[in-house]
């Protein structure tokens, strides 16, 4: 078959699988398919348009004659054989954060600034799903309107920390579901770590489940202020609050902008209703809002809550959500692949 | 017994029943108690002090004799006996919204603007939940540095719905464990009101729950905008999103604030942990930062990630949980009541 050597990394995980998935779906031309992950997964068959394929551990053979790799395998894969892979000759588009704020290393959603992957080195960052989805919404706006700031609040689901959290978080809720008491009453740690294994659990409760970075900042929040800048490529200020909540997959954000000059709703509402990638979903009267729910499994931002602000000049609200395993994560990597092969900007496959 | 006859206006809701558990707790002085609700649940037995009492309809008999009565029954009851009741001497806490903007009603959080108590007429109003919650953390700052604008994300527990949603939310839960194929797929509306009864569940999902008012704000965020400013007596802006989550019991809070002037993080934190009703929970790489989890059940407020916002002068953010059911709603109506007996503002009881 036509097309390109590809290998996913990360094969087994939820952004691998994912990406799997959306590949055959987008009928990427595959021609043939290498799928690794860590030693503890190696063995494990993944299924590519009805064949069989066994995972093989990551490792520098895993490249060879590869023209394409997509690695969702975390940081520690992407830091160990991401730039190896590229310097060999292998495309890289990495889902990680190891390589996004390095400066020859475009950070690209193919709707908001494709133009960055004609200087590509080999190495392309996929953002952060939270950056990915706030800036489908909010780009369209800011290229019409400069955005002079915004403040976001995110409700991020579990399948954002992986498949394991979302194991947990089905499993915390069967376990509490059983305790009753534990929720309608005032649970103690000790009984909410005997009864769910953890004090903190992700189930019925909104956790800021990630790293700490210096001054008390999530290091979601630090990845969604730096990336937003670098991709927007203007220094816009971004105040953001991020937050777990017990939702399987999808994130959405409430965003509160402040342009630079007027934006009515109903130019706001055109302007979202043409770009590419955006579904308005804006008749709240109607039940229809951006849900989680029915973001999840489909590859478009749900935009919808368009209402001004009037605290201050030229004051927007709206919300977004986006299925952050695929336009957060598997789809834009696999657009930034088609996009790749539209600009020739792939070595073609050898004969 | 020496003390006030009381009457539960909506005993056996979510929130009228926390009111008979917080009169307990806190020793208020009731020398008689009378508990009612719709004709629905009048018969009903609930129990206060170890004692049963039957839930009675509620009535104008009902306030026959009695000097407090703690309404919590929802616009309905309020706006049919909160007047009367109020005209015959007895002195009403509301906690619905049907007074709360009335001019002549004080709208009161006792921490923060006790002293408007003293202006009553027999009608006072409990805040709305978020409200509280905000002011709470916000007033102690306000008072000392004011504050220019703030914007709230509220994640909102599904008990401020009442107990119907608490059973909506672990019934829909259930629902859906056994369907995961919908929390992993692609759902469809139909599909997911087959399994949930609604196709927009509370479960695995975020909802704005509310009444629309014109221009697409929810109800909620209206109230909380309005109320604010009734309470500080200040015209502070205030731009808000809220969003309901699946949690059965506390809000949390997000705030993003600007002051007019300096107010740097220790000091902030300083003037928080001298707050009353405030507890400061701020040592986010100890895992100590404000859930809804252990907010549940407890009359604290919780507050933590206090962190400077560099997008704006003099700006800062933190969160702030609460429960919804007690500081939200029934330990600040029995808050009032005691401010009432205090400060001489209740007549006494009949010998």
């Not at 895993?62 to 992407?78: H, I, R």
């Not at 392309?124 to 989805?133: L, R």
């Not at 915004?150 to 689901?157: D, K, N, R, W």
């Not at 902008?257 to 709240?284: C, K, T, Y």
Request: aromatic residues 4%; charged residues 20%; contains cysteine.
């Amino acid at each position: 078959m036509s097309g390109y050597h590809v290998a996913v990394v990360g094969a087994t995980g939820a952004v691998g699988r994912t990406m799997l998935r959306v590949l055959e779906e987008r009928e990427f031309p595959v021609a043939s398919l290498r799928v690794s992950a860590t030693a503890r997964s190696a063995g494990r068959v993944v299924t590519f348009r009805g064949e069989p394929y066994t995972v093989e551990e990551t490792g520098p053979a895993t490249f060879e004659g590869v023209q394409l790799a997509l690695f969702a395998g975390g940081d520690g894969a992407s830091a160990r054989f991401g730039r190896s892979a590229a310097k060999s000759g292998t495309v890289v588009i990495d889902n990680s954060s190891t390589f996004r704020m390095e400066p020859d290393v475009p950070l690209v959603i193919p709707e908001v600034n494709g133009h960055a992957l004609r200087a590509h080195r080999n190495l392309i960052a996929n953002p952060n799903c939270s950056t990915i989805t706030m800036l489908m919404a909010l780009a369209p706006l800011h290229r019409a309107v400069p955005v002079r700031r915004v403040v976001a609040c995110t409700y991020q689901s579990v399948s954002g920390g992986g498949q394991e959290n979302i194991d947990a978080l089905l499993e915390q809720t069967e376990k509490l579901l059983a305790h009753r008491d534990l929720l309608l009453g005032r649970p103690e740690a000790d009984q909410v770590e005997a009864v769910t294994g953890t004090p903190l659990p992700l189930a019925f409760n909104l956790l800021p489940q990630w790293r700490w970075m210096p001054g008390g900042v999530t290091e979601e929040e630090h990845k969604i202020v730096h990336e937003t800048q670098k991709i927007l490529e203007a220094p816009v200020p971004v105040s953001v609050t991020t937050v777990r909540v017990p939702v399987v997959v999808s994130h959405l954000i409430a965003l509160h902008v402040e342009f630079s000059g007027p934006l009515p709703v109903e130019r706001a509402r055109a302007l979202l209703g043409a770009a590419p990638g955006v579904e308005l979903v804006d008749d709240p009267e109607r039940g229809l809002y951006p849900t989680p729910l029915y973001a999840a499994g489909r590859d478009a931002c749900l935009v919808g809550r368009l209402r001004p602000d009037p605290t201050v000049p030229h004051g927007l609200q709206l919300v977004v959500a986006a299925d952050n395993l695929r336009k957060g994560a598997a789809t834009n990597a696999v657009q930034i692949a088609e996009a790749l092969v539209r600009d020739r900007l792939l070595s073609p496959a050898p004969r």
